[in-house]
């Protein structure tokens, strides 16, 4: 049975950086596309970064681009979310999600829709002021 943690989540200053975890049991990181995924209060769940099925590509929303880095850590299990030059419109709640490689659906140009992994942390609140 596979779950996902997610850690790391705190408040920063606009400006700051912070790095999110997201922890996978129950199975191994390197057979799975994963993702970030935040949502703000009142608004529509969005998919920000995603890593194939074998880590060598990666996709970013454009909002992310340049400043938020998706990785890996197959040894850890582990996923993580960099993110640098936060923004107060980044304030949301991050989930982690994770699809096996073989049925998962992965994009050059945008994230997957969150209905195409079906695994899911319960979310790290990140609050930038």
């Known amino acids: 049975h596979v779950q996902l943690v997610e850690s790391g989540g705190g408040s920063v200053q606009a400006g700051g950086s912070l790095r999110v975890s997201c922890a996978l049991s129950g199975d191994t990181t390197s057979g799975y596309c994963m993702g970030w995924f935040r949502q703000a209060p009142g608004k529509e769940r969005e998919g920000i970064a995603e890593l194939d099925g074998d880590g060598s590509s990666t996709t970013y929303t454009n909002s992310v681009k340049g400043r938020f880095t998706i990785s890996k850590d197959n040894a850890k299990n582990t996923l993580y979310l960099q993110m640098n030059s936060l923004k107060p419109e980044d304030t949301a709640m991050y989930y982690c999600?994770?699809?096996?490689?073989?049925?998962?659906?992965?994009?050059?140009?945008?994230?997957?829709?969150?209905?195409?992994?079906?695994?899911w942390g319960q979310g790290t609140q990140v609050t930038v002021s």
């Open positions: 999600a994770a699809e096996p490689a073989e049925t998962c659906s992965f994009y050059s140009n945008d994230v997957a829709d969150g209905g195409d992994f079906g695994h």
